[in-house]
Structures are given as structure tokens and as C-alpha cells.
């Protein structure tokens, strides 16, 4: 074992700009940088982050001073692997998003019906496994053989098989953050793009996910593609493991069949965190430019406008309750706090301008029911959080769902929480919550969330205790702590 570790992720913790004493970091938002941000912070042994970037300032390479400056910023070593920007939009847009994300999401009827030509299957040798390479031979060049590696979601998911071809014996493991396809959706990808992201994958010693059905369906698809699969009992932990071929010739490899432990290791909110976030004066501001009469109950959605968070049917369920309970028009409203997303994205661009059009006609039929705050203002979501009723989280499919967990966290009037069983917070929230089995049915949710607000305060009371009770205390170091222990737990034991 060694007193270092290493972690790769799509976004480094900082966009760098300018150079040498002009050099500025600028902290990157995104819930799965925060996180990774607080645990390297916090980890007991030296931490490298590699992430890939196709900015100017990290491209052209950073001297001794520059990265001495950076380290002493952020606390632990961030290096960039330069790629170019066209290869990282290939890389990203079309790939990770409008192929793996889609797929990965179970997203493909959601946006049949856009008109976006399908994107070139030629862009994942050409791009996606290109930046995925440059990242393997950075982490390569930048630790020794016995440094776990832990890399973090999707767009690195052929990661591990690069970093195997160069050092067979490397220590690695992949978690991923989203959930993971059916069979049959990951069948809609080319079949050069399924394989691969599956063989990249299984080159990791330790494949975590955030909740037990994501991990059963990566082994559903596992054992669809021929590899052998051995599954644990329901509640075990691992919960299975896979044998797969080792990357073909890698030097120094000794077998050629490996396995792969898959676990689970759901993410925190980060509570600590959160709730100092939440005293700051600009979080104020907004309480007060929220505040209701009591007499109406507040309805909160806090998203990104993504097709898998589901925000277009949350409306269409908000405007049945309006037509069919007459007697909540004027008595309750919803605030949408929604951050666009991936603007370039042909997809994105037809689903955010539905959300619009939508918002507008509920507008005009009911005045007054729904106030639509677009931006990524952190202090207005939170403030949103601490004020609802109910709190809307509707998601078609959801590795984990952090919203779900701030939102109890925060909340100050013993809200409720109608929940997506789509969410992987629904192995741990459901069961105080209106529980959503299909996201999709908008009576469904209509009625859920018509139930939400005829609680009884008693219930919305015992209820809100049981949420916050579930998610406080949430550690992203001890998290992230958990899979190095898990992957060490591994190599002591020979596996890896």
C-alpha cells in the first residue's frame, strides 16, 4: 500500500485561465466536483486529481510555480490532461452525452420525438477513447504501481482499460454516479460502443454504484454480452463480481481472465457542508423574496433542465391538480428553481424550450400558480429548499439524487417529499415519502402530489423527522475513504 491516491473525474476542480502570476482559478460548480472537492480535501494521504481539459491555460502546460500555487489553493495536487477542445465536445456532447448518458438513463423514447440526427458511432474511437487515454497515461506518469486509482463516473468509463494496458497491476476503481442501462437500452448503442464501454469498465478491480438495482442491471448486462456473472444474496455487500478477458497483450499479465468486485456506496449530501451554506446572508435575501402567505402551500422543484429530470411531466401534474382540484387555485404554488444545461445539445435545446412553452400556458390559464427561476444561483435553490411544502423530485432515473437529500436536510416547515422511485435515494427515502413507481404517469404524480398536500401536519411533522434523520450526517470523505479501504480490502486479499 501507499500513502497516495490518486482520482480522475470529467471536470477538474478549477477552471484555470491566464498564466504564470496572472494565473486565475475559478472554483467549478456541479454537485459531483463539490463532493470530490470536499473528500481529496479531507483524505489522509496525498491526493493527485486528474481531470481532462481543453482550456488554453491548461492546455499550454503550467510550470513549477504555477502548480506550487494551485496545490496550496485547493489543498491536494490537480494536474490536467490536455485534449483538444474539438475532441473533448466529441468527447462529451456526443458521446457522453447524447450516446452513454441517453442509454444510461433509459432516455431514449424521452427524446425520440426532437428530430436530432443520431450522432456519428465513428466519434467514440475517435474522441472519447482518445481523452479517456490521455488521462490513463497522466495518472500512469504521475503515480506508482501500487497508488489506487479511483475514477469517477462515465465519461471515464474506458479509463481503466487504458491505465490496465500500461500498468497490469495498477490498483483501480471506477464509481459511477449514474444509474446504469437495461439489456435492452444498452443494446440501442452501437455495438462497438456498448462492448467497449463494458470491457473498459470490467478492467477495474472495484465497480461501485450508488444503489443496488443500478448494480444489478450493469450485471444484467454483463452476463447478456457472454461474461460470467456471480450475484450475492439480496442485502450482501459486494453484490456480485465478473469474470471478463484481460486487455488484450497487456505486458507483465499473468492471467488471462480477471474479476471484477461490484459494490455499492451511495453518495452523501454533504451536510456540514450544506447547512453553513444555508446561514449565509444571500440565502436570506431569497428567504424573505419567497416568503408566502401561510395560508399557501409552496410546491419546490430545484433541477437542471435535463430529460431525465423529468421537470416537463412535473408541470403537466401540477397543471391536472389545478383543473381538478379548483379549490387549491390561489392556495398553492410552485417554485421552479432550474439550471440550464448542455445548451449545445440539440436534445436539450427542444426539451428546455417545451419546459417554456409549457410554463407559460399554465401561467395563463391559472395567473400566479408557477414562478420559473432560471440560473445556477446556489443561495436561491437553498433558500427554495428551507421554504417547502412539498418538495418535487420526479426524476425518470437517477443515480442518486442530492436534492432529495438537501432538501429535508434544510427544510424548515416540515415538508414533504414526493419521490421518484427512479431516484437511487429511494432505497433510503421512499419510505417517508409519496413514492412515485412510474415517473413517467402524470396522473400518478398528479396524485401524489395532491396527497402531499393534504397531509395532516401531524404526519408531515413525523414524516420530515424520519427524512432528515436518514440523510444527516452525510461525510463525502468518509465516502470516498470507503471505496480506497474497499479497493485495498481487494489487493490484501489478492483479488487484485
Sequence with gaps: MTDTLAIASDRGPVALSGAGPHLRMERRPG????????????????????APSD???????????????????????????????????????????????LALHGLWADVADTGAPAPDPATFTRSYQQVNRAVAEHIVRRTGTGTPVLVQDYQLATTPWFIRALRPRQPIGLFLHT??????????LPPSVSGALLDGILAADLVGFQSPRWAANFLDCCESWGHRVHRAAPGNHPVGAVESACPARSPGSAHTTRTTTVSCHPVPADSALLTANAQSPAVGVWERELALDPAVQHIVKVDRIDPSKNVLRGLEAYGVVLERSPELRGRVTLTACLTPSRERIPEYRAHADRIRQLAQQLNHRFPGCLDIQLGHDVSRCLAALKSYDVLLVNPVRDGMNLVSQEGPLLNTRHGALVLSRGAGSSDLLG????????????EATARALRNALALPFDERERRAVRLRAAVAGGDPVRWLAGQVDALEGLVREGVV
Excluded at 444509474?179 to 440501442?188: D, G, I, M, V
Excluded at 419510505?431 to 402524470?442: F, I, S
Design 55 to 101: 482550456a488554453e491555460a491548461e492546455r499550454s502546460g503550467l510550470d513549477a510555480t504555477d502548480r506550487a500555487r494551485l496545490t496550496r489553493h485547493l489543498g491536494y495536487d490537480y494536474t490536467p490532461a490536455p485534449v483538444s477542445e474539438h475532441h473533448y465536445r466529441e468527447y462529451y456532447d456526443d458521446v457522453g452525452v447524447r450516446m452513454l448518458w
Design 431 to 442: 419510505g417517508h415519502a409519496e413514492l412515485l413507481h412510474d415517473p413517467r404517469d402524470v
Design 31 to 50: 454537485s459531483v466536483t463539490a463532493l470530490l472537492d470536499t473528500a481529496a480535501r479531507g483524505m489522509a494521504r496525498r491526493t493527485l486529481w486528474v
Design 179 to 188: 444509474p446504469f442501462s437495461t439489456p435492452e437500452e444498452l443494446a440501442k
